[in-house]
């Protein structure tokens, strides 16, 4: 216990003669941010950009830069540039070579801090560190971080909302996120007692655009924050650059300007985007509109931003771009706009953000052609030398994936599965051998291609063509169902006449065998008919008193020569099934699926329901399922299904039409409602959570009859029910705990048969935070102010507290939340001062109990007549 105070009192004696030095050296750090470039596998040239007040006296020709591996090295100021609002920009550049893979933290640190920053206490003798995350890895490839193309000395204005964007650009295309972090001191340590700037609403970071929202500012004054941009890559973090900056605070009775609304969009090489963009000025001052972004620097096909028209209080400019194929990434181009005013009093910005995607065009598939068990595939040429080659996607079965404008590649929900690459911007074909195995007969294939980029990105995909390997002798055309009955039910099963079998030589006579399998995939074959032909001209036969009510049925046609004494079966056998349909009742909807196994493509089914006598078409589809919506449930509907296809090799049969079996159901309420979006908030003075839902979809409303609130308090334990609610129009809930107000929510919907939706995503809610412990404390024994009280609540278990003076003497400990000092040491009261304190809170949260550590000053004011008018002085 003894080392520990020893230590305490060491640092306090330091901190004291830091504040002291520091009140004499003039400051002049206002922000910066660390940057690099990977120039091999181990070195990378490093960027500082520090951003400082040109009115202090303080300037820095060079800085050191701490590089993480336990080197140090001083880097020379390498440029200089005089920004408004007395900014200058400072730019130092050094190469460094890593000993091997790591993480490595770069930290440059300057003394000091302004004076006056009023979120940081004492911020004069705090000094100004920025730092970045820089990982050597080569399992995620070489990498540049980001650069930040708008610089941060912006100025805001008390009690309107301030916006700052870095402009942040990857040149590798990596993936960004943006958030809050806390300001550092020495080492790159967070600062203690940082706390963010005072909003009337919230102080947050855009996790998306990077926008940095201040709304809005409530006091004047001189503010510091930071943020993190993070750089991912595969869904791994590879990367952090942290931006600190200054904010100042003016009162004034300027206003910004305003920027017309700024779209997001999606465009294809080549296209042209043109925008035009317009900013106002109530008080009809100068406006100067500007734009950052990567898309204006870059070497090939660069854009422009140009002022087409000013004057007081409007200026319009235009954002013109042609992107080519060497623009062609995954992630979108950021477009930061900048408004800025030209006003005496105070000149104030306006900052929107917008992004461009540029997409590769869709190839153009031209055909997917069988050729014994392999398809081979042609494409039209892509006209470009930009691409590596392309990749070929396959799927079972046709896809309703309709091209997204602003989608690369093919979605995964889309069911495809790369097969090949055909390597060579100028390669048009591709043959589909199934790695060597061959394809499956009586299989429909669907393929897409995507043109691929050196950078990996794909292009959009391209038409779908369908396909199947052409297989049988004779050909199926129709197994169609004649007639729906469990016991005298038929189908008609149709050929086409095989020709040229004098080539084989197969002179005949001929025979047909016949089989047929119950089930569209069954193997137990039965032999139902034998038919003699002499001329092949017999193609049709109908199967009767079968039962099509219940089942489908798949059939086999082998044709044999049958000359005496040179009987043999001709080729493969053709084997195709009926169309079977079965019908799944729902609320107020008919959902269907469909199975055939058939050597054709089916291109298209029509799905025809009976009204009255007659039946009409409900609808169509490509795929294998259907739903038709709007009935009326507990009414019985009827259906069949007619498809439509046809082979797909030259000079095999098209326009095939087969029918399923009838079906009839009656639609029921058997499903349960739409899932609830479900919104929680934490109301910290008053101890109670708001819990929200709502279901946007009115056919889903109009189905609920109530919900069911689940909750648990900490992770560890199961959600449980913690009210009902029997009325759909209840769309909210007050949860009241008496010191607690940390859980975890999700939410159901109900309908009046009991049917119940799986539970909304969980959400959760960590306790407020509620321990704070004052800076100024008056023991005169006027009656006010006379304890030092922490504010606290029920959460706090207990303190660990420690208070020591100027020489290190611990004065005072307790293990009591409130603390309850009356500010005495050994009986007397302690002599007016500065006293320092070390505290360990344990509070239970979310988790369970958690600890965290306290540590500030805290000014004792013992003076008679002490009061918040003398407390005011002293600050």
Not at 29 to 37: L, S
Not at 102 to 115: A, E, F, H, K, S
Not at 330 to 341: G, L, N
Not at 379 to 408: E, H, K, M, P
Request: with cysteine; aromatic share 10%; glycine share 8%.
């Amino acid at each position: 216990m003894k080392g520990n105070e020893m230590r305490r009192r060491l640092f306090f004696v330091a901190a004291i003669m830091l504040s002291t030095a520091s009140l004499v050296t003039a400051t002049h750090n206002r922000a910066g941010e660390i940057t690099y470039k990977q120039i091999s596998d181990l070195t990378f040239e490093v960027t500082v950009t520090t951003f400082t007040y040109t009115l202090s006296k303080a300037d820095r020709p060079s800085l050191d830069v701490e590089w993480g591996d336990n080197s140090i090295t001083n880097v020379a100021r390498v440029s200089e540039t005089f920004l408004p609002n007395d900014y200058k920009k400072n730019v130092y550049v050094a190469q460094h070579t890593y000993p091997g893979p790591g993480v490595y933290r770069i930290v440059v640190q300057d003394p000091n801090r302004n004076l006056g920053v009023e979120n940081i206490p004492n911020s004069v003798n705090v000094v100004f560190s920025i730092s970045t995350i820089l990982i050597v890895n080569t399992a995620v490839g070489r990498n540049s971080t980001p650069v930040l193309l708008n610089p941060p000395y912006d100025k805001a204005a008390l009690g309107q909302i301030f916006i700052h964007n870095p402009a942040a650009f990857d040149p590798d295309g990596d993936s960004l996120s943006y958030e809050l972090t806390v300001c550092t001191k020495e080492d790159g340590k967070p600062i203690l007692n940082y706390s963010l700037p005072p909003a009337s609403r919230a102080f947050y970071v855009d996790s998306i655009t990077g926008d940095l929202v201040w709304d809005a500012p409530t006091a004047l004054g001189i503010y510091n924050v930071a943020m993190e941009i993070q750089e991912w890559r595969a869904g791994i973090k590879i990367g952090v650059v942290v931006r600190d900056m200054q904010i100042e605070v003016y009162e004034t009775d300027n206003n910004p300007p305003v920027t017309s609304p700024l779209p997001d969009l999606c465009v294809e090489a080549g296209e042209t985007v043109s925008l035009d963009i317009t900013a106002t000025d109530t008080d009809l001052d100068s406006v100067t509109l500007l734009a950052t972004s990567g898309i204006f620097t870059a070497t090939d096909c660069p854009a422009t931003f140009t002022t087409l028209s000013s004057g007081p209080g409007v200026t319009r400019a235009r954002l013109s771009w042609v992107p080519c194929h060497s623009s062609i990434r995954h992630q979108p181009y950021d477009i930061v706009v900048k408004a800025e005013d030209s006003n005496d009093d105070l000149q104030l910005v306006d900052i929107d953000n917008m992004s461009i995607k540029v997409l590769g065009p869709s190839p153009a598939l031209l055909s997917a052609v069988p050729i014994g068990k392999f398809v081979q595939l042609s494409w039209a040429a892509y006209n470009t030398d930009q691409i590596a080659g392309f990749s070929v996607y396959r799927r079972d079965g046709a896809s309703s994936l309709v091209a997204d404008t602003c989608y690369d590649g093919i979605p995964p929900s889309a069911g495809f599965v790369k097969v090949g690459y055909a390597e060579g911007h100028n390669t048009i074909t591709f043959t589909d051998t199934d790695n060597g195995n061959g394809l499956n007969a009586g299989t429909e294939y669907a393929y897409r291609i995507v043109a691929v980029y050196p950078n990996g990105t794909e292009s959009k995909p391209s038409n779908e063509i369908v396909t199947s390997l052409i297989s049988g002798i004779p050909l199926i055309t129709n197994v169609s169902v004649r007639n729906t009955h469990p016991v005298n039910g038929s189908l008609m099963l149709a050929w086409q006449k095989p020709g040229q079998l004098d080539t084989i030589p197969a002179n005949g006579p001929y025979e047909y065998l016949i089989y047929r399998a119950r089930g569209v995939a069954g193997t137990d074959w039965e032999l139902i008919h034998t038919l003699p032909t002499a001329d092949l001209n017999d193609t049709v036969y109908v199967d009767t008193l079968i039962n099509t009510f219940d089942t489908g049925w798949i059939y086999r046609v082998e044709l044999y020569n049958n000359a005496a004494g040179n009987r043999f079966m001709i080729g493969d056998p053709g084997i195709a099934s009926s169309l079977f349909i079965t019908a799944l009742p729902g609320d107020r909807k008919m959902r269907f699926t469909l199975v055939r196994n058939v050597p054709w493509i089916n291109t298209s089914y029509d799905f025809y329901r009976q009204e009255g006598e007659d039946w009409q078409l409900a609808g169509s589809t490509n795929q294998l399922e259907f739903t038709d919506p709007d009935l009326e449930n507990g009414t019985e509907y009827c259906y069949y299904v007619s498809s439509t296809g046809g082979y797909q090799g030259e000079g095999t049969p098209k326009n095939l039409v087969n029918l399923s079996q009838r079906t009839c159901a009656v639609p029921v309420d058997n499903e349960p409602p739409c899932i609830p979006a479900l919104t929680v908030y934490s109301q910290c003075d008053s101890m109670y959570n708001m819990v929200r839902w709502t279901i946007e979809d009115p056919l889903c409303y109009e189905d609920v009859a109530g919900y069911n609130l689940y909750y648990k308090q900490t992770t560890g334990e199961e959600l449980g029910l913690l009210v009902s609610f029997d009325d759909r129009d209840i769309l909210k809930y007050i949860h009241s705990l008496p010191d607690y107000v940390a859980g975890c929510y999700a939410v159901s919907a109900f309908d009046a048969l009991g049917n119940e939706s799986p539970l909304s995503p969980m959400i959760c809610v960590d306790s407020c935070n509620f321990y704070e412990i004052p800076n100024v404390f008056t023991p005169n024994g006027d009656g006010v102010n006379d304890w030092l009280l922490a504010k606290t609540s029920a959460l706090v278990e207990q303190v660990e507290f420690r208070l020591f003076n100027r020489a290190g003497v611990l004065v005072f400990s307790t293990t009591e939340p409130r603390l309850n000092w009356d500010g005495t040491y050994k009986g007397k009261v302690v002599p007016t001062g500065v006293y320092y304190y070390d505290c360990e809170v344990f509070e239970r949260r979310l988790s369970g109990l958690e600890q965290f550590h306290l540590s500030g000053f805290i000014h004792v004011i013992a003076e008679k007549g002490a009061g918040p008018g003398i407390i005011e002085e002293k600050k």
